[in-house]
């Protein structure tokens, strides 16, 4: 009983790597083809009765090298409306997390750019969000989740609804800086910055039940959730691919004025 309890126990400490403690690779996926290796597509489950969409694969489409989750109606099943995710195979320590998306912003609707562990994996739930939300107005929600405790929302409203938009944040041991469009736009410091590897998800889900974060959802058609590409690049290394935050002039210069 004793040597299976110490096998457990190790386990369990290697499923719960801090963020820093392997050595990973960057990639950049632009969505040429799905690479099944690198991504899950989720299918057949809803994440809890908040949600009125069931994760399907037949939500998940490429086209013209760009990554189309949808919410569409469903012919037959559960759940009135399909809808669409993908998450990482691998999980990810402290490093620059990108992508560059257009969202289809609904009242009831949530697209979303996030990492994520936790009860899934066994592991404390840990998470940092870009949620796009339209209550009232399109927004965007960031957010983090420490050992289980979240709180953290900071909305931001988003006035160009129709363009792609660049999304980043910058993931260190003491602080999480998320970005848009290549502007700084909040820092959270502290106890509040997850600590755990974490996998990578793209989503879009629906709600008729979340009304007051999220407003009524009303289905006047499908609603597509676009990603033209993904990256992550790991904290020691520097501009990898022309269209990261890393290789942007005004990121650049911020960061030797702040440097000196």
């Not at 799905?34 to 899950?40: E, H, I, N």
């Not at 590409?229 to 005004?250: M, N």
Request: aromatic residues 12%; contains cysteine; glycine residues 6%.
């Amino acid at each position: 009983m004793r040597a299976s309890r110490l096998t457990t126990l190790a386990a369990t400490a290697l499923l719960a790597m801090p963020a820093a403690a392997t050595d990973q690779r960057g990639f950049l996926e632009e969505f040429d083809t799905l690479d099944r290796d690198r991504w899950f597509i989720s299918d057949g489950w809803v994440n809890g009765p908040h949600q009125n969409c069931l994760w399907s694969a037949e939500a998940v489409q490429l086209r013209d090298g760009v990554l189309r989750l949808s919410v569409e109606e469903a012919a037959e099943g559960p759940e009135a409306y399909l809808c669409a995710e993908i998450q990482s195979e691998d999980r990810f320590g402290f490093g620059v997390f990108e992508a560059l998306v257009n969202v289809p912003f609904a009242k009831g609707t949530n697209s979303n750019f996030f990492t994520f562990i936790g009860p899934p994996q066994n592991l404390p739930h840990h998470e940092i969000d870009f949620e796009f939300l339209a209550r009232t107005a399109p927004v965007l929600q960031t957010n983090t989740y420490v050992e289980g405790t979240g709180g953290n929302e900071a909305l931001l409203p988003i006035p160009d609804e129709d363009g792609w938009h660049h999304i980043a944040f910058i993931w260190e041991a003491e602080r999480l800086r998320w970005y848009l469009d290549g502007t700084l736009i909040r820092t959270l410091e502290g106890e509040k910055v997850p600590s755990l590897e974490q996998k990578i998800y793209l989503s879009i889900w629906t709600t008729d039940s979340l009304t007051d974060w999220m407003g009524h959802f009303e289905w006047a058609g499908p609603l597509v959730f676009q990603v033209d590409w993904v990256a992550y690049t790991p904290l020691e290394q520097e501009c990898r691919f022309e269209a990261s935050i890393l290789c942007d002039e005004g990121y650049r210069a911020a960061l030797l004025d702040t440097e000196d």
